[in-house]
Structure formats: structure tokens, C-alpha cells
């Protein structure tokens, strides 16, 4: 099977177009070696798929023969790729569910972030 193919059937990609243009963007290696669109995917390969800065690793299982629900799709590649850290872009993010913050924490955030995006924040 073809890997844009393989990578949209499986739902990488929501199609394949996007899939094959991120293989032709060199965002996806396979066996960490840079590859075309139309290489062909076997059972065992590592699949590396570059996704806003962060590597995910997908090792082929299965190739499905059309394109399946998620809940099937899952079967078809096993996820190795490490947990993504709750930091963006230096700013520490709040836990799901803590509610609001207090007007201590409100100040420190405003601290950490600047002063420029304090004063934007309030209008």
C-alpha cells in the first residue's frame, strides 16, 4: 500500500492531498529515512510524521483496505510517540477543571507573560 494512502486511510490526515503534500514537505520519514509519497508500507514499519513541532512515531500493524472509523483505524498502527509537554511557548498552562484563578495567580501570570499583554488582556 502506498504510504499518503496507508496515512489517510488510518487518519493521519483528513485527506490524501494533505497527506501526500506533508511526504512531499519532507514531514514524514519512514524508517528514518526520507521517502516518497508513492513508497510502498509493510507491517513493522516506523513512520515518523512531523505535527506542529512535534515528532509522532507510528509503527504500522495492518494495511486496511479503504479507509475506516477512528475506532478501527487505531487498530491499524501502534502510537510510540512520547507525551507532548502542557507548555506552549514558555507560558505555563492552567489544569483542566481548577477553576479561576486567584488575584495573586492572575498577577503572576500577568508578570510572566509581560506587560504589553497585560495591558491588551484588559480591554
Keep these: 500500500m502506498r504510504l499518503d494512502t496507508w496515512l489517510w486511510t488510518t487518519r493521519q490526515f483528513r485527506s490524501r492531498s494533505l497527506a501526500t503534500a506533508a511526504v512531499r514537505g519532507g514531514h ?51 502510537d510510540h510517540s512520547p507525551p507532548r509537554p502542557r507548555f506552549h511557548g514558555g507560558i505555563p498552562m492552567r489544569d483542566p477543571g481548577s477553576g479561576r484563578p486567584t488575584k495573586k495567580e492572575r498577577r503572576e501570570l500577568e508578570e510572566l507573560r509581560g506587560k504589553e499583554w497585560a495591558k491588551h488582556s484588559r480591554r
Excluded at 36 to 42: D, G, T
Excluded at 64 to 73: D, E, F, H, Q, S
Design 28 to 78: 514524514v520519514r519512514v524508517n528514518d529515512q526520507p521517502v516518497k509519497a508513492s513508497y510502498k508500507v509493510v507491517p513493522g514499519d516506523l513512520i515518523k510524521v512531523r505535527e506542529q513541532g512535534f515528532d509522532r512515531i507510528i509503527e504500522v500493524v495492518s494495511l486496511p483496505p479503504k479507509r475506516l472509523g477512528a475506532p478501527l483505524a487505531r487498530e491499524c498502527y501502534i
